[in-house]
């Protein structure tokens, strides 16, 4: 057992380092929040703060990622303009319903979602047809649906949504990983921010935490994007594949042991 006077001093570092590499998870892949939440609640943070304070990080950590990559003319902003509106409409949308579901049931759900982005991904065959050439010039109505439904999805849930946003954003633009992932940091951080302004208003923030956790986060988002640089596109789709298929294992673990 940590000594309470010990830990008061030792966490602010330890939450530090936690931010910083969730972050940099979450800026080359996704599912950072996996590894974020229940140590989070482990240590003694309600859910609902825990959840609050997390948000707060992957912000940071987004925009820090996503400044990199624009820098390096990685960000494509015209599809970010054309998918903008439908991310925010989705955003509104997700923090106005409360979704009534079990834990049990969520974790079944998300671990189901992830294999299939995974194996989707990976899968030879483009069974949903090939991804285009180059990037739509004009949004299309099911691009504008799609990409409303995983902000809603994000809002709601937030874990793996980085995953089922690669997945989306791949087929839709046909772009490499590398430019993927610098949308995909730039889209998440709209629905984050919505509902992190409702976490706020709901007074479920930790704050000292939240703001240490956001200090490493913008680290570890700076590094990732950096690494994705350097590493170039097939150790994005490898990385995303390890953490996506290690969190889906963790999910169905954690759901047979409860």
């Excluded at 006077?5 to 030792?10: C, G, K, N, Q, S």
């Excluded at 834990?103 to 069974?127: G, N, T, Y």
């Excluded at 999805?153 to 793996?160: D, K, N, S």
């Excluded at 509902?195 to 007074?203: D, E, R, V």
């Amino acid at each position: 057992m940590i000594d309470p006077e010990v830990w008061e001093i030792a966490k602010y570092p330890a939450f530090f380092v936690l931010g910083a590499v969730v972050s940099l998870i979450n800026s080359i892949a996704g599912g950072g929040s996996s590894l974020s939440l229940p140590i989070m609640i482990f240590l003694g943070m309600p859910p609902t703060v825990a959840n609050g304070t997390n948000r707060l990080g992957l912000i940071i950590g987004n925009l820090s990622s996503v400044y990199n990559l624009a820098k390096h003319g990685y960000l494509n902003i015209k599809i970010f303009k054309q998918l903008f509106l439908p991310t925010l409409f989705g955003s509104f949308i997700g923090v106005a319903f409360l979704v009534n579901i079990g834990d049990r049931a969520l974790q079944a759900i998300l671990a189901a979602v992830i294999c299939l982005v995974v194996i989707m991904s990976r899968l030879r065959k483009d069974i949903l047809g090939k991804p285009p050439a180059t990037p739509p010039k004009r949004l299309t109505l099911k691009g504008a649906i799609a990409f409303a439904l995983v902000s809603i999805y994000g809002c709601i849930v937030q874990v793996g949504v980085g995953f089922v946003q690669i997945f989306s954003l791949t087929r839709y633009t046909g772009l490499d990983a590398i430019h993927v992932n610098a949308l995909k940091n730039c889209l998440t951080t709209v629905f984050l921010v919505i509902a992190q302004i409702a976490l706020i208003i709901a007074g479920k923030i930790d704050w000292p935490i939240a703001l240490i956790m956001a200090a490493g986060a913008y680290l570890g988002g700076y590094f990732g994007s950096a690494l994705q640089r350097k590493k170039g596109n097939k150790f994005i789709e490898n990385f995303i594949s390890v953490c996506s298929i290690a969190l889906a294992i963790y999910l169905i673990v954690d759901l047979i042991l409860k």
